[in-house]
């Protein structure tokens, strides 16, 4: 199944924003208060002339990778206590409410403020994700120089890179690599393995 036909809206947002930082090739999107503010404006999380400041610009960056973080879970792998406090933090200073309002229960800002009003557009995303069943199909790559978010629209919610071609064939290349080293490693004999002298002649 392709995976754009299969991701909800709210799947691909949270996606969207953990990939606003490429770890691989070191490309970060959200390199000013602007450039967030864009980003927001762009997906209808708040209006195209709102002034961000700096501390907002780090809230959503540290929300980010908490989330990072959390679909690396997802994924099978231990993640950094550290992250996932900061991730804690980060949403407690972003309260919300739930409204009946527009169609449905969603969370929004409990402030008036247009920076917890596009966090709490995340959050209301996440819960989203949580009640669809798509929550636990976002992971991030399990290569650990990748570390890209994917949606996983397997059967079985198997899969741990966000490509087979790419990183998945890498990894599995590199581990057959190790095997065959610690195979032809123990396959030496140990005078030799330990650099011994060899045979004598005449």
């Not at 199944?1 to 606003?20: H, K, Q």
């Not at 908490?66 to 996932?84: E, F, Q, Y």
């Not at 798509?134 to 198997?158: E, G, P």
Request: proline share 6%.
């Amino acid at each position: 199944m392709d995976e754009e036909a299969a991701i909800t809206p709210a799947a691909r947002l949270v996606r969207d924003f953990v990939n606003t930082l490429e770890p691989q090739v070191d490309e970060e999107l959200l390199t000013t208060p602007d450039r967030l503010r864009d980003w927001f404006a762009e997906r209808g999380l708040l209006p195209a002339t709102t002034a961000l400041r700096p501390v907002d610009l780090a809230a959503a960056v540290a929300i980010r990778e908490g989330l990072r973080a959390v679909l690396l879970r997802h994924a099978g792998h231990d993640a950094d206590p550290g992250t996932l406090a900061g991730l804690d933090r980060a949403l407690a200073r972003v309260p919300v409410r739930m409204t009946l309002d527009a169609g449905g229960p969603r969370l929004v800002a409990v402030r008036d403020s247009a920076s917890d009003g596009a966090l709490a557009g995340l959050v209301d995303a996440v819960r989203r994700c949580a009640e669809e069943g798509t929550w636990s199909r976002l992971k991030v790559c399990a290569r650990d120089t990748c570390r890209w978010a994917y949606y996983d629209a397997s059967r079985n919610q198997a899969r741990r890179w966000c490509s087979m071609a790419g990183c998945g064939n890498h990894i599995k290349m590199r581990r057959a690599y190790a095997t065959r080293r610690r195979r032809e490693r123990a396959a030496v004999p140990p005078s030799q393995d330990a650099g011994g002298p060899g045979p004598r002649s005449g």
